[in-house]
Each structure stands twice: as structure tokens, then as C-alpha cells.
């Protein structure tokens, strides 16, 4: 007992020195227990020796007890050991079991693997049968072209509408077994090869026959007559091809189908129609200027290039003696009639272009599927890079012009190649039936453009548009020349030398043109370019007067150039022009200033000696003679003095005044009314000359006693007797 405490001991010992080797914090569990042992054993705290024997003796005593329990407890554990073999026996003959029962399983395991490799087999098999069945459904239905379709392809029979559409339906059938994505590998497979090679056949035979057929329609078409003029002379119309259009509409799904099909052949048939059908519309686009020339010069004898020639004859001569004046006016056209038949000939234009347009578009589906569009001209391209032969003439959209509308305006411009060339030839004759045509040509022009002139169903066509905007320009142009021309005429036209007075030529004509011009351009958009002709123009007219104070005429020059410049500022009252505003106030300034030179240098005649005497007067006075000195002069003596007023009387005064009353009435025109004015500014600057006299007299000729023949009351009586008589 001793040596198992012993040993006890060293094993606690042992394991202090494990644990204070492996120091470990102690627990709060440890600390409060540690703490409660203390207070049970307080009294003998202070003696750790004592403290000591007395756990050693506790500690003694719980081994004994366990030893005790151990010893007690012997029988219990025989019992357990003799159970634990009863177990272990157990256990071995549960092994050997399971170990029976394992080479049992390991057969049925054998057994379920090759079941289920069976079953999977038999799973692969149904599966591949699976899809070679769905395979050959597939071959067989989506490659199945019915017996219908086949003998409608093949008859390719396009004679009767109900014909077209059995057709239409069997292209399509056609290009829906076509456009099946086929394996390559089934391409190998006998029938599937027969199949696509039987569609291939159909197709190019369907193709050529429909090409074929299509083709010979345009060119009946392309060599139809126009109808005749069943029209009375006056009118003109265009040919309606509504029943040509109607004739081929049926075919638009077979086209759609052509293009998707082969683009190559689609575009070429595209050129074969520009080119019959342009044929065709040359013809009638030839037969419609004709009528309209018939109609904008009348039926006469001889051609008609001789009848719009002759008007044209002598090209010397100027503008205002050309036809259209009043001189002419008879043997021309009717000036009103050019902008009515230009108008006719365009209202019959934009049905014929607009209807031809959407026709295009329709049938050829060119505003329609643009991206789909591009895909063929990829396509096309790429199936003629491996043909060897250079087309003439690449299709409109593989030119690179992607968009539908270029294709469109492409196909027009091939389809109506002789419309600009005669529009611009006949408005060229239009030009020339009236000297002033290029207006009426511009106006009606710009009218059509923005769309002022008519109200058409149909919408207005884009290639019609950019036809008439490139003719337009040629009309603008026209008209800057007609009116530098015009200008020109007017700066370098000479006054004749037997002129009398009155309104010139060129003030007329002015006038003529200002009063046509605005007529013509009373409905139009285009203001800006009329105002620019009529600024140049009166420019040039004035100009033109101006250059009367250079010209040897009969007749005094500051007269014309009253007259004339009188007559504008009236004629521009009336018509209140705002861009001639400035023209009118310096035309009455210019009339102002002519009318008072020309009374200064007429009103000299009368007292011709004493102005020439009273020049001279204020000649000396203006060099620095005094006033009083100037009588002292021999040539301005009182005696010379005395000699000029002798031969001025009171009767002599009147009566030449009655001879410049009567000089004056005969050199103005009656019809600008301007004696009154006339004869009333010279009785005011009389009236200011005499005093002027007078004036002189009374400061250089003080106490001489000198006075004039005449009062003012006689000069005012004089004046009055004399316009009283000639009323």
C-alpha cells in the first residue's frame, strides 16, 4: 500500500512538473474552488506545514476509498470481460455472414453492370433511330416540292393572271426548299443530290422563261406608237401609262423573287426595261414639246424652227425693238402665253415622272428592304468575281450607291435621258418668241419647283424636282444675261440727233418692263432676283439720261433730262416698288435740279442785256469795288446803264415773254403736264431776278435816278395775261 502511495506520489510529482512546465492559466472554475478550499482550512493557513499533512492526509484518504471501490468492484469487471469475448465471438460469426453475403452481392453486382450496359445500348439505339427518323422527315418534307409546283415551273406558263400567280406561288415553294441549310455531308446522300440538282434545273429553266417573257413585254411596250393627237391645237398632254404599269404589276412578286434569287440577272433586267421603255418616252416626251411649240407659236406656214427663228432675224437690233414692243407686238406670240403653256408642259411632266417613279419603286421594290438590298449587291459581286467577262455597265447599286432612292433617280435619269435636253431646248424658244420670256421661264420655273403652281394628287416626284433645279439655274442665268444685255443696250444707246424732247426710248421701255416684270412676278417666290434686275436697270437708265448733257440735241438738254427724270418718279409713285424706293427720291431730286438749270439758262433771253449788264455788275463787286465806285466804271457807267434799260420796254418784256411761253409749250411733252410747274418756277426766279436788279441799282446806282421800264406789278400782270390767254 505504502509503495503504491509512494508511487502515487512520484506521479504527482511528475505531473506538477509537467504542469509547471506547461504553465496554464488558471480557470475562473479553479480559481473559485481554490478559493473555497482555503476558507475550509483557514485556521491553518499560517502553518503551511501543517497545511500540508492535512491535504496529504485527504489526499491519502480518497486513494484508499478508490482502492477500495476498485477492489469491490472486481466481480462486476469479471462479468464485464466474459461479455465483452460473448461479443467479440459475436461479432466474428456476424462477419463470417456478411462476408457471405458480400460474395453473394458481388455476382448480383456483375449481373446489374451488364444489365445496364444493355440498357444503355438499347437507350443509344432508340436515341439514333430518334434522329435518323427526324432526319428523314426533314429531308423528305422540307426538300419536298410538290407535283404542282413542278409542272407550273416547268410549264412556266405567264399568259393569264391566275397562270402568274400559280407560278409566283411555285417560285416561292421553289426558293424556300432552296434556301434550306443542307449538311454537306447529306449533299453526298444519292437523293438529296438528285433532289437540289432537280431544283437547280427548275430554277434556271423558270428563270430563263420568266426573263424571257418579261423581256418581250418591255419591248412591246418599248415599241408601242404613241397615240396620236387626238388634242385640239392650244393644249398639251401627255400620254397616261397607267395600262402599261397595270400590265406588268402582276409580275412584281416574281421580280422580288428574281432579285433574291440571281441580283445579277435582276439588275440586268432593270437596264432592259430603262432602255425599251426610254425609247418609248422619247418618243412621247418629243411628241409633248411639239405640242407645246405648236401651241405657244400657232400653226403657220413653213416649219416651226423657221417660225421661232424669225422673231430672231436680225440679232443687232436692241432690246426694246425686238418682238414685244409695241411696234412688233402684233406678229409675235401672245407674251401671256408663254408662262401658260410652260406651265401646261410642266403639269403634264410631274404626273408622267411622279407615276414612273413609284412604279419603279414597286415593281423593282427599290424603297424597300435597303439592308436586305445591300446583301444582294454583296452577293451579286461576289458571284460575278469568278466570271471572267466585264459587264458594260455595273447595275445602280453595285456602282456603290447603297441607298434605294440613287438606284431610283439612276433608273430615271436612263429612263427620261431626253427630257432635260428638250425641256432646256424649248425653253431656249421661249426665250426667243418674247424678249422678256426669260422672266416668264424663271418665274414659272421657281413656281413649279416650290410647288406654288397647281395641286396634284400624286406626290411631287424627287427626279422631276432635281431636274427642274438644274434646269432652274439655266433659266437664272439666262435672265442675269437678258438683263445685262438690256442694261448694256440702254448705257450704250445713243439719243437720235432730230430729237425734239419728250420721254426717251429707254425710260419707256423702263417703264414697259418695270409694268411686265411685276405682272409676271405677282404670284412668285423669288422677289430677290427681280429686284436686282430692276436696280440695274435704273441704274442704267439713269445713267443713259446722264449722258444726254454729252449729246448735240436741238432741243436743251436740262429739258430731256427734267422731262425724263419727272416722268420716272411719277411712274414709281404708281407703282410703289420698295426696292426703287431710293431711285424715286434721287429721280425727283435730279428733276428738282434740271428744272431749275434749265429756268436759269431760259430766263436769260428775255432781259438777255441787262442780265449780262448785272453780271458783270456783281463781277466788279465780288473783285473788291466798292458800290459807290462801281458807276465810276466805264463799261458799268450810268450812261450804259441808261442804254440797257432803254432797250428792254415794258411791251418788249411781255412779248418775249409770250415767245419763251410759247418755246417752252412746244418742246415739253403734253403728256407729263409740266408747263404749269415749268412756267410758275420761271415767274418766281423773274420775280427774284427783277428785285435782284433793283437791289443792284439802289446800292450802286444811288440818286441816278435809274429805275426799270417795268414794276413788279407789270411783270406780275405780264405772267398772269400770259397763262390766262393760253389756258
Not at 491553518?44 to 492526509?57: G, P, T
Not at 426595261?273 to 411649240?293: D, H, M, P, T, V
Not at 418682238?323 to 412688233?328: A, D, L, N, T
Not at 432797250?647 to 411733252?669: C, D, F, M, N, Q
Request: hydrophobic content about 40%; some cysteine; overall charge negative.
Amino acid at each position: 500500500m505504502q509503495r503504491r502511495q509512494g508511487d502515487g506520489k512520484e506521479a504527482a510529482e511528475a505531473e506538477l512538473r509537467e504542469e509547471l512546465g506547461a504553465y496554464q492559466e488558471v480557470t475562473p472554475e479553479e480559481a473559485a474552488d481554490v478559493l473555497e478550499l482555503m476558507e475550509e482550512h483557514e485556521p491553518l493557513l499560517d502553518n503551511s506545514v501543517a497545511f500540508a499533512e492535512q491535504l496529504s492526509q485527504e489526499l491519502q484518504g480518497l486513494e484508499e476509498a478508490n482502492l477500495r471501490a476498485i477492489i469491490s468492484s472486481e466481480q462486476q469487471v469479471t462479468q464485464l470481460m466474459s461479455s465483452i469475448d460473448e461479443a467479440l465471438a459475436e461479432v466474428a460469426r456476424v462477419e463470417e455472414t456478411l462476408q457471405v453475403y458480400d460474395e453473394l452481392l458481388g455476382s448480383v453486382k456483375q449481373q446489374m453492370d451488364h444489365i445496364h450496359r444493355e440498357n444503355s445500348l438499347l437507350h443509344r439505339m432508340a436515341s439514333n433511330r430518334a434522329r435518323l427518323m427526324d432526319e428523314i422527315l426533314f429531308l423528305t418534307s422540307q426538300l419536298h416540292l410538290s407535283k404542282e409546283h413542278r409542272d407550273a415551273l416547268s410549264r412556266a406558263d405567264l399568259s393569264s393572271p391566275a397562270a402568274v400567280g400559280a407560278c409566283t406561288a411555285a417560285a416561292e415553294a421553289l426558293s424556300a426548299c432552296m434556301d434550306i441549310p443542307v449538311h454537306p455531308s447529306y449533299r453526298k446522300l444519292q437523293a438529296v443530290a438528285e433532289q437540289l440538282i432537280l431544283f437547280e434545273t427548275l430554277k434556271q429553266n423558270f428563270e430563263s422563261s420568266f426573263i424571257n417573257h418579261i423581256t418581250n413585254i418591255f419591248e412591246l411596250q418599248g415599241n408601242s406608237q404613241a397615240p396620236a393627237l387626238a388634242h385640239p391645237i392650244g393644249t398639251v398632254a401627255a400620254p397616261n401609262h397607267g395600262p402599261h404599269h397595270e400590265e406588268l404589276l402582276p409580275y412584281t412578286p416574281l421580280m422580288a423573287w428574281l432579285r433574291n434569287i440571281n441580283p445579277v440577272l435582276f439588275w440586268d433586267l432593270t437596264k432592259v426595261y430603262s432602255q425599251n421603255l426610254g425609247r418609248l418616252y422619247e418618243r412621247e416626251i418629243k411628241a409633248l414639246f411639239e405640242q407645246a411649240k405648236i401651241s405657244l407659236l400657232g400653226r403657220r406656214k413653213g416649219s416651226l424652227q423657221e417660225t421661232w427663228e424669225k422673231p430672231m432675224g436680225n440679232k443687232q437690233q436692241p432690246w426694246w425693238s425686238l418682238p414685244g414692243s409695241r411696234e412688233s407686238q402684233e406678229d409675235a406670240p401672245d407674251r401671256g402665253n408663254i408662262s401658260k403653256v410652260l406651265e401646261q408642259v410642266l403639269r403634264e411632266l410631274q404626273p408622267l415622272c411622279t407615276s414612273e417613279q413609284q412604279f419603279l419603286q414597286e415593281f423593282f421594290r427599290l424603297g424597300h428592304d435597303s439592308v436586305e438590298l445591300q446583301a444582294l449587291e454583296v452577293k451579286a459581286s461576289a458571284t460575278k468575281g469568278g466570271e471572267p467577262t466585264a459587264p458594260p455597265e455595273d447595275p445602280p447599286c453595285i456602282k456603290g450607291q447603297s441607298q434605294p432612292e440613287e438606284a431610283t433617280a439612276q433608273l430615271l435619269s436612263e429612263i427620261f435621258s431626253c427630257l432635260e435636253p428638250e425641256l432646256r431646248a424649248f425653253l431656249g424658244i421661249c426665250s426667243k418668241v418674247h424678249p422678256l420670256g426669260c422672266l416668264q421661264v424663271l418665274v414659272t420655273l421657281s413656281d413649279s419647283v416650290f410647288g406654288t403652281w397647281g395641286s396634284s394628287s400624286a406626290s411631287p416626284s424627287s427626279f422631276l424636282h432635281t431636274l427642274l433645279g438644274n434646269v432652274m439655274l439655266l433659266a437664272k442665268s439666262n435672265f442675269n444675261k437678258c438683263i445685262g444685255t438690256m442694261c448694256k443696250e440702254i448705257e450704250e444707246a445713243k439719243a437720235p440727233s432730230r430729237m425734239r424732247g419728250g420721254i426717251l426710248p429707254c425710260v419707256s421701255r423702263f417703264q414697259e418692263f418695270v409694268a411686265f416684270s411685276e405682272e409676271v412676278f405677282r404670284t412668285s417666290r423669288r422677289w430677290g432676283e427681280l429686284d436686282k434686275a430692276q436696280l440695274r436697270l435704273a441704274s442704267s437708265v439713269f445713267s443713259s439720261i446722264k449722258g444726254l448733257s454729252s449729246a448735240n440735241l436741238r432741243v436743251n438738254t436740262d429739258m430731256v433730262m427734267m422731262e425724263n427724270f419727272h416722268h420716272i418718279h411719277n411712274f414709281l409713285c404708281q407703282k410703289n416698288i420698295p426696292c426703287l424706293e431710293g431711285k424715286k427720291r434721287e429721280a425727283k431730286q435730279r428733276s428738282r435740279e434740271h428744272m431749275e438749270k434749265f429756268v436759269t439758262t431760259y430766263l436769260g433771253q428775255p432781259l438777255e442785256g441787262l442780265s449780262h449788264f448785272f453780271e458783270g455788275v456783281k463781277a466788279r463787286l465780288a473783285q473788291g469795288v466798292k458800290e459807290e465806285e462801281v458807276s465810276f466804271q466805264l463799261a458799268y457807267s450810268k450812261q450804259e446803264l441808261r442804254k440797257v434799260i432803254e432797250k428792254y420796254p415794258g411791251k418788249e418784256v411781255k412779248r418775249a415773254l409770250e415767245t419763251l411761253y410759247r418755246k417752252i409749250h412746244k418742246h415739253l411733252s403734253p403728256e407729263e403736264n409740266l408747263l404749269p410747274v415749268v412756267w410758275h418756277a420761271m415767274e418766281q426766279e423773274f420775280i427774284r431776278q427783277y428785285r435782284e436788279f433793283e437791289e443792284l441799282i439802289q446800292h450802286c446806282y444811288a440818286g441816278s435816278g435809274i429805275a426799270l421800264d417795268f414794276t413788279m406789278e407789270d411783270l406780275l400782270s405780264y405772267f398772269s395775261s400770259i397763262t390766262v390767254s393760253n389756258m
